[in-house]
Nanobody, 114 residues
Framework: QVHLVESGGGLAQPGGSLRLSCAAS????????MSWARQAPGKGLEWVST????????LYSDSVKGRFTIARNDAQNTINLNMNSLKPDDTALYYC???????WGQGTQVTVSS
């Protein structure tokens, strides 16, 4: 059974940093692209970043490009999202996502506030 578990959220000040992790199990992790998405309070789901199965390409939404970095560790079946220069608008519930089969983690809360 495919399972995704996010961790690493919390409270950060504007301009600060956080690192999110997603632990995956139940599938051949190294064969699949993985993504992060987020949902801010009262808003819809927003795609944030994707890393290809072999890490040959990484994609970012315009809202986080240059501030966030996605990475994967196939030995540990994890992906990370390093978030720098955080803004209050980054406040959201962050989800790890596998497209096939469509699987979401439970989410980890990120709050950016002074």
């Amino acid at each position: 059974q495919v399972h995704l578990v996010e961790s690493g959220g919390g409270l950060a000040q504007p301009g600060g940093s956080l690192r999110l992790s997603c632990a995956a199990s139940g599938f051949t992790f190294s064969s699949y692209a993985m993504s992060w998405a987020r949902q801010a309070p009262g808003k819809g789901l927003e795609w944030v970043s994707t890393i290809h199965y072999d890490a040959s390409d990484t994609l970012y939404s315009d809202s986080v490009k240059g501030r966030f970095t996605i990475a994967r560790n196939d030995a540990q079946n994890t992906i990370n999202l390093n978030m720098n220069s955080l803004k209050p608008d980054d406040t959201a519930l962050y989800y790890c996502h596998l497209a096939f089969p469509d699987t979401w983690g439970q989410g980890t809360q990120v709050t950016v506030s002074s």
